[in-house]
Each structure stands twice: as structure tokens, then as C-alpha cells.
């Protein structure tokens, strides 16, 4: 035997000899008995090499010599669940529940394979039926597979009381801290989250991941100030939680704070060179504090980790619009929307570069396609008809305004943008009607008026108007 078939498992058992013997057996083209314990060991050696070949075999000579071993026709139902065989799979553990109907193993794979399935509620049933078997270590691990599956169905409740049910009894389980967490925010129930973590930490002070979990919360509530207290007790207990850096950072840029932001996500980098979303946010940190050259620069690193990170080439194709270089941000802006053809911002930035660019039948195109996806968006339509009207397509821009005035009545931006065309128009009696309208519902708002059609300021009936409702 040459060392590749050395083989030794965890209690010292040495199964040398039973390979040996099976390989001869293959070799001389003979019939041996082995009994179940063997077999199986033969099935774990030759899975352990990934010899599926080989292990196909055994299986089919330790189901001729024990055709009723119920722990037999589980392994051999493992192996055709990691060959991806699901349902020959089933058909085996389907027979061992009828000779073996209390089996620990059985349940847990028959649950596995209905979960590689994507049969969430079959494997939930196996996994409990799994528990109702299990010994008390394996009762954890059952515990979070209860909850991945009701996660899969959209269950949060449910995966939330496993959840919680595990960190009962093992408060340093890291990844069901973790699911937890996220339970808590994909149900929108950050409140709740809040007081359990909490609790949770003023239980187990010492849970980086506690606090980081705590941290979220607040940050998801706007708490920014204690969000930062506590990705700061993260990171004092482990000072090389990346994690908790980005998160701070972040928190830092929602109260624009950009630069100490920078300086966090710095601190993220030195621990994880190669995140994709940190520079990427460094950028956005960069473009908000107007650095456009510096903002292009770390979104383009951000690219280079990831070059399917299509918010990257937006960003870039923004600063280059902000630099009045319309040519390059119509090449990037196209790039992000390859990668995300249903993103409204993407369009509407195209729009106002093709605008720019004096393609205006080509940004109308693309403002249709930003109110086809948002259609609630408060200004679109405005730029609808502003560039219609540079096409001289009067009939077009009223129909955009009247499909505004009659879809979007609490749109005071989108009244006086129209009161302006109108007076433009010379449609006076209809202008003061919908100026009478604004103001009654927008006056603060009434400054729009002039940004939109400035040569209203000097119009006698608006003067008389304004001056109605200043009183």
C-alpha cells in the first residue's frame, strides 16, 4: 500500500487493513464480507480523498451484504446528497425511516438535503424531528438551522425565538449574535433589538459583537452618537474589528463629518486592505467634501476589488459631472446602469448629462425611464417639461405638468415650476388659478416660482397675489 491509503481516525482507530483488504478485493475481482462498522469506515476514507468512484462502490457492496442497516443506508444517502444526487438520496433515507424510525442522523440529513432544495418547510420538519433525537450537543447547531430556514421563508419571528434560544444557553455563539442582528433589522424591529442587546450586554460586557449588534441598532434609529459609543467598546475589546470601524465611520458620515469619517475608515484599511465598500465610501466622503479628483480616485480603487459595483461608477461619473466634464460622466454613468438597469438616480444623472451635453430627445429618454421606475419622484417631471421645452415642444411640456398637477397634488415645487410656464405661455387666467392653489397649499415654497420663471417678480397680478397671502 503506498501512504496515500494511510488513514487514521480521530479515537486512534487505524482502518489500514480494511482498505487493503477491499482494494484486493477490487484487485483479484472477488467477494468479501465486510460488516457495517467497516463499510462505513471505507465510505468516511474514501470521501475524505473525494474518491466519489470508489466510494460509489463500497456503497453498493455494503447495501448488498446489509440491505437493512438503517446506518448504512444513511451514509450512502450522504454520499449521493455531496454528489449532488438529492433525490436518489431521499430514496435511501426514506428506507432507513421505515426500518430505523428514531435516528438522529437520518432526520439531520433528510432536513439538509430538503434545505439544499430550497424546501424550507420539509426541512423544518426534519430538523425538529432531527431535536426530538438529538443529545445535548447537537441540540445548538439543530437550533440554528431551525432559524437559517425560517429565515428563508421570510419568518424573522420564528428565527428570532431559536435565535434567542441559543444565546440562552451559549451567549458566545458568534454567528447566531450575528443572525440575530440581522433579524431584528430586516423586520424593522429596532426597538425590540435595541432593548435585547442592551440586556445583552450589560449581561456579557465583554461581547465585542454584543456591542457592535447595540451599535446597529442606534445607527438604524438615527442614534448616531451612542451608535458610535458602541462600535468604540467593539473595538476597545477587539481592537482589529474592521467591522466596527466601517460602521463608525459611516455613522460619522451621516452626521457629515466627513473627515474624521475619513480618518475611521482609514483605521478599517489597516485591518482589510482589500474592501471594496470602504473605498468606495472613503470616495463619497471625498465628493461630499467637494475633493472631486480625490473621490474619482478611490472610487476607481474601489473598482479594482470590485468592478461590478455599479453605486463606483455612478460616483465617478458624478464627480465628473460636478467638474463640468460631461463626456467622461456619460461614460461612466452608462457603465453603472449596464450593471443596474433599474436604478432611478442612474437615469436621472444621465438625463441631466445628455441635457448638458445638448442631447435633449435622448434625456427625455431617459427621464421617462426614471418616472416609469419613480414615479413619485417630486422633480422628473419639472425636467420633463423643461426639456421639451428646449425642443420648443410646448404641448409636450403641459402634458407633463398636468400629469404632475393631477399625480403628484402635494408637489409644491412642481405648481409654481408650472404657474411659471404658464405665465411664460401667456395663459394668465390659468396661471393665477394654480398660483392661487400653490400658495394656499406651498407658500413657503413660493421662492420656486422665481427660480423657475424670474421675470414673474415683476408680474402685477402675481405681486397681488402673493401680497393676498402674505397678509
Given amino acids: 500500500m503506498d501512504n496515500e491509503n494511510e488513514f487514521s481516525f480521530e479515537d486512534g482507530m487505524d482502518i489500514t487493513a480494511t482498505v487493503e483488504r477491499f482494494e484486493s478485493m477490487l484487485d483479484e475481482k472477488t467477494n468479501l464480507f465486510f460488516d457495517v462498522d467497516e463499510f462505513e469506515n471505507l465510505l468516511e476514507f474514501y470521501n475524505s480523498k473525494s474518491n466519489f468512484k470508489k ?39 426514506n428506507k432507513a425511516e421505515t426500518i430505523e424510525p428514531f435516528n438522529f442522523d437520518l432526520f439531520y440529513t433528510k432536513a439538509g438535503i430538503f434545505s439544499q432544495l430550497r424546501k424550507s418547510e420539509k426541512a423544518i420538519e426534519n430538523y425538529k424531528k432531527a431535536l426530538n433525537f438529538s443529545e445535548k450537543f447537537e441540540k445548538e447547531d439543530i437550533l440554528l438551522q431551525l432559524a437559517f430556514e425560517y429565515e428563508n421563508l421570510d419568518k424573522h419571528d ?116 482589500e474592501d471594496a465598500l470602504c473605498y468606495h465610501y472613503m470616495a463619497e466622503s471625498f465628493e461630499k467634501l467637494e475633493e472631486f479628483e480625490k473621490a474619482i480616485s478611490f472610487y476607481k480603487k474601489a473598482l479594482t476589488f470590485d468592478e461590478f459595483l455599479a453605486d463606483s461608477w455612478y460616483g465617478i461619473s458624478a464627480c ?11 461614460s461612466y454613468v452608462r457603465k453603472a446602469i449596464k450593471l443596474d438597469e433599474f436604478n ?25 425611464v426614471v418616472f416609469d421606475l419613480e414615479p413619485e419622484n417630486d422633480t422628473v417631471l419639472i425636467d420633463l417639461a423643461n426639456t421639451s421645452k428646449k425642443l420648443n415642444n410646448l404641448e409636450d411640456a403641459m402634458n407633463y405638468y398636468v400629469l404632475g398637477v393631477q399625480n403628484q397634488t402635494k408637489n409644491g415645487k412642481l405648481l409654481y415650476n408650472f404657474v411659471g410656464f404658464l405665465l411664460e ?21 413660493k421662492d420656486s416660482l422665481f427660480e423657475a420663471y424670474e421675470e414673474a417678480k415683476y408680474h402685477p397680478q402675481v405681486i397681488d397675489l402673493l401680497e393676498y397671502y402674505k397678509k
Avoid at 442612474?346 to 442631447?359: A, P, R, S, W
Wanted: net charge negative.
Fill in 55 to 93: 466510494s460509489l462502490i463500497v456503497s453498493k457492496g455494503a447495501l448488498e451484504q446489509h440491505p437493512n442497516s438503517a446506518s448504512l443506508l444513511v451514509s450512502v444517502a450522504q454520499l449521493y446528497s455531496s454528489i449532488h444526487k438529492p433525490q436518489e438520496a431521499l430514496k435511501f433515507l
Fill in 158 to 273: 420564528e428565527s428570532i425565538y431559536y435565535l434567542k434560544k441559543i444565546l440562552s444557553a451559549n451567549t458566545e455563539n458568534e454567528t447566531a449574535l450575528y443572525e440575530l442582528g440581522f433579524c431584528f433589522d430586516v423586520s424593522e424591529r429596532m426597538e425590540e433589538g435595541k432593548e435585547y442587546f442592551q440586556s445583552f450586554v450589560d449581561k456579557t460586557p465583554y461581547s465585542y459583537i454584543g456591542w457592535y449588534n447595540l451599535g446597529i441598532t442606534y445607527s438604524k434609529l438615527d442614534l448616531f452618537e451612542k451608535a458610535i459609543e458602541c462600535y468604540d467598546f467593539a473595538i476597545l475589546i477587539k481592537e482589529d474589528f474592521s467591522s466596527a470601524y466601517f460602521n463608525k465611520a459611516h455613522c460619522l458620515n451621516q452626521q457629515k463629518k466627513y473627515e474624521e469619517a475619513l480618518e475611521v475608515f482609514n483605521e478599517t484599511l489597516k485591518f482589510d486592505t
Fill in 320 to 330: 465628473y459631472f460636478e467638474m463640468n466634464r460631461e463626456l467622461d460622466a456619460l
Fill in 344 to 368: 432611478p438616480e442612474y437615469f436621472y444623472l444621465l438625463g441631466e448629462v445628455q441635457v448638458e451635453l445638448g442631447f435633449f430627445t435622448e434625456a427625455i429618454e431617459a427621464f421617462e
Fill in 425 to 445: 405661455k401667456g395663459d394668465i387666467i390659468n396661471a393665477m388659478f394654480y398660483l392661487d392653489v400653490a400658495l394656499r397649499n406651498h407658500y413657503k415654497e
